[in-house]
């Protein structure tokens, strides 16, 4: 799995202003990783969603994943 991410993601903030952070990032990629992108994609913004709550954000949050699949013959 590839995962790309704008700051938004590891900035976004609480209600204690504290960051989401890469340690939090992190975690998720090898916690949901293992199902694929869409188990990643889930894990991933649920994970935000609770740490960030309501609170308004100032950046944007975007991430894109990939998952790179068998090749068939040689390249």
């Known amino acids: 799995v590839f995962v790309v991410y704008t700051d938004g993601v590891t ?3 609480d209600q204690r202003r504290e960051q989401f952070g890469e340690a939090r990032v ?3 990629i090898r916690s ?3 199902g694929g992108p869409a188990a990643l ?7 935000l969603e ?3 709550g309501r609170e308004p954000q100032a950046d944007d949050i975007t991430f894109v994943i990939a998952q790179r699949t068998a090749m068939g ?3």
């Open 73 to 75: 013959g040689t390249v």
């Open 26 to 28: 992190e975690d998720a």
């Open 32 to 34: 949901c990783g293992g």
């Open 41 to 47: 994609k889930a894990g991933l913004a649920a994970r």
């Open 50 to 52: 609770a740490f960030a």
């Open 11 to 13: 900035e976004a903030l």
